[in-house]
């Protein structure tokens, strides 16, 4: 299986740049996604990452490093509604299955 | 499309009591996921579904808990007897194949309390 770890919360400024981590351990990696939930609301897909390197799309990136098992988001510009959980999700292809195992997440707080 | 589905938002039961949850994924979908979230151990998979058949339910914590996916359109995921525990976000999800490269779509979840 695997191990995934973020930060349980981090807080930023409205207008900064964050970066949240995710470190994980896998035998098979085989991809890595980003996904955004909202307080109360469903894990909505931002990114997927399957080989190195920086994956840009709009505000948000997302980083890959297979080699170091590490994965960054990167916000910019933030806003006020960025105020949510980022969860991180790793795939890993040794078991045979393709479905990602999901890390805890990182509460990301934005204040004016 | 309306997205996924997902009734009832609440749900609110004393314990013992059956409890159904419904899914209906996004039309053209071939695999459908039931996941649980909690605080203490954030999103984990029960068991998942391809082209209507169970494919792995080694996240279902115990017997109590059953799912079934009679057609593309319609899935439960049964809870019975429920216990104080099973307290939970369930989430149900789709997505056209199992690469999820596009990523899976989730519904907007069934708060459950049991009492």
């Known amino acids: 299986g695997q191990n995934i770890d973020q930060p349980t919360e981090m807080t930023a400024t409205e207008g900064a740049i964050v970066q949240i981590n995710c470190t994980y351990q896998t035998s098979g990696f085989n991809g890595l996604f980003w996904y955004q939930q909202h307080a109360g609301e469903a894990p909505t897909f931002l990114s997927y990452n399957v080989l190195d390197g920086l994956e840009e799309k709009g505000r948000f990136s997302s980083f890959l490093s297979r080699s170091k098992g590490y994965s960054y988001l990167l916000l910019k510009e933030l806003q006020m509604k960025d105020s949510a959980s980022y969860l991180c999700?790793?795939?890993?292809?040794?078991?045979?299955?393709?479905?990602?195992?999901f890390g805890r997440g990182t509460s990301l707080i934005v204040h004016p | 499309d309306a997205g996924v589905i997902q009734s009832p938002r609440h749900e609110v039961t004393e314990m013992g009591q059956e409890v159904t949850l419904r899914c209906k994924p996004i039309?053209?979908?071939?695999?459908l996921f039931w996941y649980r979230q909690t605080m203490m151990r954030g999103l984990e998979l029960l068991i998942y579904f391809n082209n209507n058949v169970p494919i792995d339910d080694s996240g279902m914590p115990e017997d109590r808990f059953s799912a079934k996916m009679p057609n593309a359109s319609f899935s439960t995921l049964k809870i019975q007897p429920s216990e104080p525990r099973d307290s939970a976000v369930y989430f149900c999800a789709s997505s056209f194949g199992d690469r999820g490269t596009y990523g899976y779509t989730f519904g907007s979840g069934t708060r459950l309390t049991v009492v």
């Open positions: 999700a790793v795939r890993d292809h040794a078991g045979g299955s393709y479905i990602p195992t």
């Open positions: 039309s053209g979908h071939d695999y």
